[in-house]
């Protein structure tokens, strides 16, 4: 095996890897929002990515020791709030998932104002540096439907813990997760092949890499 096959074999292992964990956490995350049995290890199932994120960002943080002392003691916080997280077990849930949803929202839909350079349109100029005229109005418009996309995500949820029983609330959210978002990313991509030259064209993994970079150089958060 040559090295461009094992530098395949890798990559192919991570994404399977992290697809697995995505979908282990879906599961296990619909199974405690509709457990009758409402326990502090259950809401933090919820909270598991907001302190995992903050944990990363502490580590890479240029002030790693006192961003980690305020990351342990919001650990401490929650856990000194345990009786209101276990009193609202299901809003913990809620606003997890409508609350991330409306975050990328934002995200997203901010950097369509006058003057901002739309995300989408980030990621392309990662991967193809300058924009032609086609790829940033294709761009504009596909920062629009991410925007829509994940504005519709959060309102449904809304709409379905306050109307559905809360195990059709945690269906929808946790395990249509990620088949919606896999069907977003094929829709888009669809879109992009039918529009878009194939100089202009760049497949999903592309995207992904371009997002985890613009993340690195902090270009893909709250402008």
């Known amino acids: 095996m040559n090295a461009k096959q094992t530098t395949s ?5 991570r994404w399977a890897g992290l697809l697995s964990l995505g ?24 909270l598991a990515p907001a302190l995992l994120l903050a944990f990363l960002l502490a580590w890479r943080s240029e ?5 980690l002392a305020l990351w342990l003691a919001g650990c401490a916080t929650l856990y000194g709030l345990k009786d209101w997280l276990i009193a ?10 409508a609350g991330t949803y409306s975050l990328l929202g934002a995200s997203f839909g901010l950097t369509l104002r006058q003057g901002e350079t739309p995300m989408i349109s980030r990621f392309a100029s990662i991967v193809h ?7 940033t109005r294709y761009t504009r418009a596909a920062t629009w439907a991410w925007t829509a996309y994940f504005g519709a995500i959060a309102g449904l949820s ?11 609330w945690s269906a929808f959210a946790y395990l249509l997760g990620i088949p919606l978002l896999v069907l977003m990313f094929a829709g ?4 992009r092949c039918y529009l878009l ?3 202009d064209r760049a497949g999903p993994l592309e995207a992904i890499r371009a997002y985890r970079q613009a993340s690195a150089e902090g270009k893909a958060g709250l402008p």
């Open 63 to 67: 002030r790693r020791l006192p961003m």
């Open 197 to 199: 030259p194939p100089a």
């Open 188 to 191: 888009e991509y669809a879109a």
């Open 23 to 46: 979908i282990g956490y879906a599961l296990l995350s619909h199974l405690a929002a509709s457990s009758k049995l409402h326990s502090l290890p259950g809401a933090l199932v919820a």
């Open 88 to 97: 609202h077990y299901h809003w913990v849930f809620l606003l997890e998932h």
């Open 129 to 135: 540096g300058s924009l032609t005229p086609a790829l």
């Open 9 to 13: 074999l890798t990559q192919a292992c």
């Open 158 to 168: 809304l709409l379905l813990f306050w109307l559905a029983p809360v195990a059709i």
